[in-house]
């Protein structure tokens, strides 16, 4: 299993892009990069997934860099309500188990 | 809403008990899996059921256990429950979108033991 690393914490203002950083030196060939969201008590929320370069959708987009060692998810505007636990988690082309770490804590603000 | 359910919500029970936790997948979806997470703590994952059959493990405890039936609904059971198995239990669903295997989570069972 690919090991990931992020940032324990950031703070943002309301309005701002945050940006979040993951590490994942060990990523194989055929693994994807998917970031989940999770506010307190509830399940986590898939928010994107990519492989290489860049992917949007209508919430964030996902950088990945050509040596897929690291992907950084960008938030744009947020707002008070973006306030959760972000992770990063490799892996997902085959079955197996999924490892999370342990997330970054994004607090939002006015 | 992800379309996976959990039941019950919320347990309260006394240690060396056993409860069953239960969660339906999505429509269609073949895959579960069974996560818990503590206090501040991140998610462990603890295993897996495809189509009835075990999958992976993770670092679950002997008096933990689940299963998948055949309409791919699974249940988890936890017995001789101790406080530290006090936690949120969730579930996930997965299904395979353009070659990424994605996980749809449920909305969790909050179990304290007493």
């Known amino acids: 299993l690919a090991k990931t690393t992020q940032p324990i914490s950031m703070d943002s203002y309301e309005g701002q892009e945050v940006n979040i950083t993951c590490s994942h030196n060990?990523?194989?060939?055929?693994?994807?990069i998917t970031w989940y969201q999770q506010f307190p008590s509830q399940g986590p929320r898939f928010i994107i997934q990519?492989?290489?370069t860049k992917v949007t959708n209508e919430v964030a987009s996902l950088f990945i860099p050509a040596d897929r060692k690291s992907s950084t998810l960008s938030l744009p505007r947020v707002s008070l309500s973006d306030t959760a636990v972000y992770y990063c988690?490799?892996?997902?082309?085959?079955?197996?188990?999924?490892?999370f770490g342990a997330g970054t804590q994004v607090v939002v603000t006015p | 809403d992800s379309g996976v359910t959990q039941t019950p919500k919320h347990l309260i029970t006394a240690t060396g008990q056993r409860v069953t936790l239960r969660c339906s997948p999505r429509?269609?979806?073949?895959?579960v899996y069974w996560y818990q997470q503590s206090l501040d703590q991140g998610l462990q994952f603890l295993i897996q059921?495809?189509?009835?059959?075990?999958?992976a493990k993770g670092n679950i405890l002997e008096r933990f256990s689940a299963q998948q039936f055949p309409d791919l609904h699974s249940e988890l059971n936890l017995s001789s429950l101790e406080l530290g198995d006090s936690a949120l239990y969730f579930c996930?669903?997965?299904?395979?979108?353009?070659?990424?295997?994605?996980?749809?989570f449920g909305p969790g069972t909050r179990l304290l033991v007493l």
């Open positions: 988690l490799v892996g997902g082309d085959s079955w197996g188990k999924f490892q």
């Open positions: 996930a669903s997965s299904a395979r979108v353009a070659g990424a295997v994605t996980q749809y």
């Open positions: 060990n990523i194989a060939t055929n693994d994807y």
């Open positions: 429509s269609g979806d073949l895959s």
């Open positions: 059921y495809y189509n009835g059959e075990e999958r």
């Open positions: 990519g492989y290489k």
